[in-house]
């Protein structure tokens, strides 16, 4: 059964700070690996990532991705309260997303 | 507004009675999919169409679930005889199809069962 782990569950930093969120996986047959975040209700998109060694970046978030390894780390630097929610790391495998259980981030001012 | 739609938003139900959510998808998706999602946790898949084909059902749903996409657009989620235990938020989504796993989120129909 496919399986997505994220730590921290939890992190609480002030405005200004850096910081990583990780999220590792096992899955058959392996196709791509998402992050979303999810502030009151619908899980928003941020990225997709196939290949390894690649970085996809948007604005202070960035992401990539290591396949040999199976995990993905999201960073995001001079984080902002605007930043506070869970994200969530999924997996495509078979013909359906599995999610970890997120990270819930609080950027306090 | 052309995102995913759900409704209703919120439902209040009395244990052993019937509910149905609604789902809207972005209108070229073709695939459309349910999770559940419960304090504390990640979506949970349920199940998911490609056009009116029903293509997966988790092996967690009970029988008391079903779902239908008649046409191949809007979708409708049923619950039969709630217990407690299904208070949770539902969550529908769409994508365009095979290949393209990036799935767009609705709102949520958040039920609770008293």
């Known amino acids: 059964e496919d399986k997505v782990v994220q730590s921290p569950l939890s992190l609480v930093v002030h405005e200004g700070d850096t910081v990583t969120l990780n999220c590792s996986y096992e899955?058959?047959?392996?196709?791509?690996l998402l992050w979303y975040k999810q502030e009151k209700k619908a899980p928003t998109f941020l990225f997709m990532l196939?290949?390894?060694?690649i970085e996809k970046k948007s604005g202070r978030l960035s992401s990539i991705l290591d396949k040999k390894e199976l995990f993905s780390i999201l960073n995001i630097t001079a984080t902002q309260t605007g930043d506070s929610a869970v994200y969530l790391c999924?997996?495509?495998?078979?013909?359906?997303?599995?999610f970890g259980k997120g990270t819930k981030l609080t950027v306090n001012p | 507004d052309t995102g995913v739609s759900q409704n209703p938003r919120h439902k209040i139900t009395k244990r052993g009675q019937n509910v149905t959510f609604r789902c809207d998808p972005i209108s070229e998706h073709n695939r459309l999919y349910w999770y559940r999602q419960t304090l504390g946790q990640g979506p949970e898949f349920l199940t998911y169409?490609?056009?009116?084909?029903?293509?997966?059902k988790s092996r967690l749903l009970s029988d008391r679930f079903s779902a239908e996409r008649p046409k191949g657009s809007f979708s409708t989620l049923e619950i039969q005889r709630t217990e407690q235990g299904d208070s949770a938020m539902y969550l529908c989504?769409?994508?365009?199809?095979?290949?393209?796993?990036?799935?767009?989120f609705g709102q949520g129909t958040r039920l609770t069962v008293v």
């Open positions: 999924a997996v495509h495998g078979s013909e359906k997303l599995v």
């Open positions: 899955v058959t047959n392996f196709r791509s």
């Open positions: 169409f490609q056009n009116e084909a029903q293509l997966e």
């Open positions: 196939t290949s390894s060694g």
């Open positions: 989504a769409s994508s365009l199809g095979q290949g393209f796993p990036e799935a767009f």
